[in-house]
């Protein structure tokens, strides 16, 4: 049975008690990253070989904020076990006994496929982007790019393809909280398209169709994925 049922105020202190236990590994986690920022700096140019030779800064303080940028995303995935694990211990008092039994699954899985969106747009669909945004501007113009917009644009699309392959943990979890089931997933396939191609289309930063259907495809896949998942771990 679920435990007993927390008044607001408890689940407001819950909360708060769990940021707490994410905030202190994940500030520990961005000191220690910001000692190795020049690496992993060197290693997120990794998708611009060929596209982009060298990047520039135009302020005394952007070389700063750049490493900053990387220390806390490097941050958050050397952390990211223990913020999906507090982020279980919050909802488990919404499962059951047998359900809570899969902590170690949530946690692996989560992690997993957040790793496997990362390195999908790390390794496919940032050097396809970038190289196709590079070969607008033709032979006319030169490429200036300053390394606080390119850090900012790998981040932000990484941790975007990051966030789309929770789509089978997101899920799992709603059917374990009887919030959704595989027959809903079904009825709204259609609905499904439409949004995973606006969404598709908002992430990708490229105009044309084939970067944007480059995403696109693995979505639907996870969303058929989704309904395989929510039928296996639909409530007995």
């Known amino acids: ?11 407001l202190t819950e909360l708060r008690k769990r940021i707490i236990y994410c905030l202190i590994p994940f500030l520990l986690a961005t000191v220690f990253s910001a000692l190795f920022t020049r690496s992993i700096l060197g ?10 030779e060298k990047l520039a800064f135009f302020s005394p303080q952007e070389i700063a904020v750049t490493y900053i940028k990387i220390a806390i995303f490097s941050g958050l995935l050397l952390t990211l076990p223990i913020i999906l694990y507090q982020i279980w211990r919050f909802i488990s008092p919404a499962l059951e006994e047998r359900q809570k039994r899969h902590t170690i699954n949530f946690i692996f899985f989560t992690w ?32 200036v790019i300053s390394v606080s917009k390119y850090i900012s644009f790998v981040l932000a699309l990484t941790l975007g393809c990051g966030l789309v392959f929770e789509m089978p943990v997101l899920a799992w979890i709603l059917t374990k909280l009887k919030i959704l089931n595989a027959g809903i997933l079904r009825k709204k396939r259609k609905y499904a398209a439409v949004i995973i191609l606006i969404v598709a289309a908002i992430i990708t930063p490229t105009t044309d169709p084939f970067n944007m259907f480059l995403l696109a495809g693995p979505m639907y896949i996870l969303y058929e994925i989704s309904i395989w998942i929510s039928q296996w771990a639909r409530p007995q």
């Not at 049975?1 to 689940?11: A, R």
């Not at 290693?43 to 982009?52: N, T, W, Y």
């Not at 050097?127 to 607008?136: A, D, E, G, N, R």
Request: hydrophobic letters at 55%.
């Open 43 to 52: 290693f997120l140019r990794l998708p611009a070989k060929g596209a982009i």
């Open 1 to 11: 049975m679920p435990d007993k049922e927390l008044s607001l105020i408890g689940h």
């Open 112 to 143: 997993f496929s957040f790793f496997i969106g990362v390195g999908f747009c790390f390794f496919c669909l940032l050097p396809i982007s970038l190289k196709f945004l590079i070969s607008l501007a033709g032979d006319d113009l030169t490429p």
